[in-house]
């Protein structure tokens, strides 16, 4: 099956889960309703409910699942999918207060159900959760304890949205609704038994080994890990893995970065790790030996996945960690067909993996173009930024048979794709990597 077929089927398979709870709205005995924008704002948080729970599937990690999309589509479409479930939830009750007003005395202390005040608490802190996952960086959360949060927050928003659905009654008051709705809800807890307990359980019986922290150029080191005890794992080039140093795979303290190394050296696994941040900043203090785990491979950002008569690699800044990984891996495949390699950095001697980027043009058919934003004196390569006429100039957009495979800061990758699609490249032939998906 391709993979646009294995996407639409899960697609459909997402779309039914979510409308199922909708369906058996209307299925005979239906209860006496309130007139149109009633059952409206039922209808809004039911949907709602289902997608809140729906959240925990996409965020799984379930390989079949995600590799039609890559991963970090996934969590794009989690972020929108949860603004969303936020707006159905909130207008739900804002709808119900408006058509009957008198329903504010409900709020009176003593007076409100306890599965109403169960809403109430629902709504805050998927309000919360919404909130501190937008402004985390404003917020200076920590990604360890925002992560611990987020999962907090969520299981939190859910089961308090079904013990009010449950406490209500009014649409879930036949036995047959009331075993559904608790299959959803069974359903829902074992995928979180899955994804906190399961997964963490495995890896935590797959470590890894430190045996190598080298420093690259630009506040950036490879680290190297070995399986330990196991046979390890194969992965794409191009694909990324979650990475947890010095701590329970329990813990929630994983971090995704691309693999760097050739897929051909497995079981060895590279990671090349700028300092950008509070974790990314301790992997100098790294010792061989230490023991790391790894959830992964995950991705579709991978050469091997297209069907191409030459590549175009586009790197800017660390986004060369993926690019050095397909590099490596074509080098020790002996591939012959061409390539090209865009890489935009600041400046000349601060160029991650330049020394080998050189090496590995004269073991490939590989053309590099140095882009620096501020280039030595007498520079005579490309500087400044990535626009329409360096690529016209550069890069053959004209031939069917490329692929153009794109990675770096966020704003560089969606003006890239925005100058190749105008200068006629087809999008089915554009694939990015995003970095800041989670």
């Excluded at 709808?95 to 008198?102: A, C, F, G, N, R």
């Excluded at 609704?177 to 807890?189: D, E, P």
Aim: hydrophobic residues 50%; proline residues 7%; glycine residues 8%.
């Amino acid at each position: 099956m391709s993979y646009v077929a294995k996407g639409a089927f899960w697609i459909g398979v997402y779309l039914l889960l979510i409308l199922a709870p909708l369906a058996i709205l209307l299925i005979e005995p239906v209860p006496p309703g309130n007139g149109f924008w009633w059952d409206v704002s039922l209808g809004l948080g039911f949907a709602g409910t289902a997608m809140m729970g729906m959240l925990f599937l996409q965020t799984a990690r379930f390989r079949r699942a995600s590799a039609p999309f890559g991963i970090d589509i996934i969590y794009y479409f989690h972020r929108q999918v949860a603004l969303i479930a936020v707006l159905f939830i909130v207008a739900h009750p804002i709808i119900l207060l408006i058509l009957k007003p008198q329903l504010f005395d409900l709020f009176k202390p003593g007076v409100a159900p306890a599965h109403l005040w169960g809403a109430v608490v629902s709504t805050l802190a998927l309000l919360a959760l919404v909130a501190t996952s937008i402004w985390r960086k404003q917020l200076a959360l920590d990604y360890d304890l925002w992560r611990v949060l987020h999962a907090l927050l969520a299981v939190l928003a859910l089961g308090l949205a079904i013990w009010h659905v449950l406490g209500v009654g009014h649409y879930v008051d036949t036995p047959w609704r009331k075993q559904l709705w608790g299959t959803f809800s069974l359903s829902w807890l074992l995928l979180l038994v899955y994804v906190r307990l399961y997964k963490p359980l495995q890896q935590l019986r797959h470590p890894y080994r430190v045996v190598e922290v080298k420093e690259e150029k630009a506040d950036s080191w490879s680290l190297t890990l070995e399986p330990d005890g196991h046979a390890g794992l194969r992965f794409q080039p191009g694909q990324f893995a979650w990475l947890t140093l010095g701590s329970s795979p329990f813990a929630l303290k994983e971090h995704p970065f691309s693999f760097a190394g050739s897929a051909e050296k497995v079981p060895a696994l590279t990671f090349t790790i700028k300092e950008l941040g509070d974790f990314s900043s301790t992997i100098k203090q790294v010792k061989p030996g230490q023991i790391a785990y790894i959830d992964g491979p995950y991705g579709a950002f991978s050469p091997d996945r297209m069907t191409a008569g030459g590549f175009v690699l586009i790197a800017g800044g660390i986004g060369i960690a993926p690019m050095m990984s397909v590099l490596r891996t074509f080098a020790d495949r002996r591939e012959k067909r061409p390539l090209k390699l865009l890489y935009a950095y600041n400046t000349w001697d601060r160029l991650t993996f330049r020394d080998e980027l050189q090496e590995l043009e004269e073991r490939l058919d590989l053309e590099i173009i140095w882009l620096l934003k501020d280039p030595p004196p007498n520079w005579e390569g490309e500087s400044g930024l990535v626009t329409a006429d360096l690529l016209q100039r550069r890069v053959p957009l004209a031939d069917p048979e490329q692929s153009y495979l794109i990675c770096g800061p966020v704003k560089m990758i969606e003006l890239t794709e925005k100058l190749l699609h105008q200068g006629g490249v087809p999008l089915a032939r554009i694939h990015s990597e995003l970095f800041d998906m989670v």
